[in-house]
């Protein structure tokens, strides 16, 4: 018995078009993200802009194929009375660096010699500052005592001078001691305020009021597209179809086997009344050996469904097959001879 073609099955999709499809999703997703998220921001203090400014190529390692990616630039402007202030600040700025320069220039010298604050500089450095203001008290002092001494009747190189002479001069080695011992730490101090002080005017100089650029909060919305899952949309669909293929072939081999059951114990009916004009709902399910085309089909007023062929078709290849009813003029079909011609 012959039967209808098999369905056939769904083309499983390529795995290279489906991520070329994937990556053009996911790329066009992005672009139009970049369009909706760069969002134009205007405040008191300036504004920030994007602007396309042009395209990147960039070429689909799976597909070859070329993507215009678009390039966008971001562009703060400051307002007048804050680029105002920039102008004011950078020209400033450039003055300052040239004076801190100048002033490096001059501490060259001064740093490439350590700090001395071993004992001996210290007391230098404490007798210096003393004798400023030591030097004229001490000959003011001298010359008193020289008065008193010969008021006195005691004249120079004599014993009691040159004991009372001695006794001032220990009197001011007392003095200077007790400095050396008291402005120790003085003295250490002016020294390194001495040594810092340049630096801490370069520091002073090169640090200045910065113009900061316009703050703004984050864009009111944030725009996000969800990417398309592409491939998964194809391989869902290819699963469906296949589901579609195996249930219409497990159908085609239920209703073979009926077909197959169905003729052999009509081959054994004399006739059977199988007139088109007594049929409804007509359906070609299968084919017979000989290249008859087999129907489903129900008669008219009777809803249960038949199998079987059609007499106007079976006269046309096997006459000998068919027969004609004389009390109701409907066509029989002798199905023992239709299907064993």
Do not use: C
Request: hydrophobic letters at 30%.
């Amino acid at each position: 018995m012959g039967k209808k073609s098999p369905p056939k099955p769904p083309t499983p999709p390529s795995p290279q078009a489906v991520a070329s499809a994937q990556t053009g999703t996911n790329i066009g997703t992005a672009v139009a993200n970049s369009y909706l998220n760069n969002i134009n921001q205007v405040g008191p203090d300036g504004s920030v802009r994007y602007t396309q400014d042009g395209v990147i190529d960039w070429q689909d390692p799976t597909s070859k194929k070329i993507y215009q990616i678009p390039k966008w630039t971001q562009t703060t402007q400051l307002s007048e009375a804050q680029q105002r202030l920039y102008d004011l600040n950078q020209g400033t700025d450039t003055e300052l660096a040239g004076m801190a320069g100048e002033q490096a220039k001059r501490l060259r010298s001064l740093l490439s010699e350590p700090v001395n604050l071993n004992n001996e500089a210290v007391e230098q450095r404490l007798f210096d500052l003393a004798d400023r203001r030591f030097a004229p008290q001490k000959q003011r002092e001298m010359e008193g005592l020289r008065a008193d001494l010969t008021n006195q009747g005691i004249t120079q190189g004599s014993e009691a001078y040159d004991r009372a002479m001695g006794r001032f001069g220990e009197t001011w080695n007392d003095r200077y001691n007790q400095l050396a011992l008291t402005g120790r730490q003085q003295a250490i101090q002016e020294a390194l305020t001495a040594r810092n002080q340049p630096l801490n005017e370069i520091i002073g100089i090169t640090s200045g009021t910065q113009v900061g650029l316009p703050q703004f909060s984050a864009a009111p919305n944030n725009y996000n597209i969800p990417t398309t899952d592409y491939a998964g949309i194809v391989n869902n669909n290819f699963a469906q179809q296949m589901q579609g293929y195996n249930a219409q072939m497990a159908n085609r081999q239920n209703n073979m086997g009926m077909l197959g059951g169905l003729f052999s114990g009509l081959g054994s009916v004399a006739a059977a009344f199988s007139d088109e004009r007594l049929k409804e709902n007509i359906k070609q399910v299968g084919k017979t050996n000989d290249g008859q085309k087999i129907y489903s089909y129900n008669y008219k007023g009777d809803s249960k469904p038949q199998m079987g062929l059609i007499a106007q078709e079976v006269k046309k290849k096997h006459p000998n097959a068919v027969m004609k009813d004389k009390a109701s003029g409907f066509l029989m079909v002798d199905y023992g001879k239709a299907l064993r011609a």
